[in-house]
C-alpha cells in the first residue's frame, strides 16, 4: 500500500520520455513557428486589404478578391506542409539523439 504514493511522487517528478521528447523538437521549431505565423498574418491582412486596389474586372464581377482568396489558400497550405517537414525532421533529429544515448548506455 505504501508503494503507490512513492510511484505517484515519481511520475509527478520526472517528466518522461514522451514529454522530454515533444519538448526538444518543440524548441528547434520555434523560429520557424514565428516566420510562418509572420507570413500567415500578412497574407491574411495584408493582401486581402491591398487586393481591393487591384481593379480587374471579368465582366461586372471584381476578379481581384478572388485571385487573393485561391492564393492565400495555395499559402495557407505552403504554410502546412512546411511546419509538417520540419516538424518530422526536429522528430527524426530527437529520435537519433534518443537512440545514440541509449546505445551509449548499453555500452560499458
Do not use: C
Amino acid at each position: 500500500m505504501s508503494a503507490q504514493p512513492e510511484r505517484t511522487e515519481a511520475f509527478f517528478k520526472e517528466p518522461s520520455k514522451a514529454s522530454l521528447r515533444v519538448a526538444g523538437a518543440a524548441d528547434s521549431l520555434g523560429w520557424l513557428r514565428t516566420v510562418l505565423l509572420l507570413v500567415w498574418a500578412f497574407a491574411s491582412f495584408g493582401l486581402m486589404f491591398f487586393a481591393r486596389d487591384l481593379q480587374m474586372r471579368l465582366g461586372t464581377w471584381p476578379v481581384s478578391f478572388w485571385l487573393a482568396s485561391q492564393g492565400l489558400l495555395v499559402v495557407f497550405v505552403l504554410i502546412v506542409f512546411v511546419y509538417a517537414w520540419a516538424a518530422n525532421r526536429a522528430d527524426n533529429r530527437v529520435d537519433r539523439a534518443e537512440h545514440s544515448a541509449e546505445k551509449a548506455k548499453a555500452q560499458p
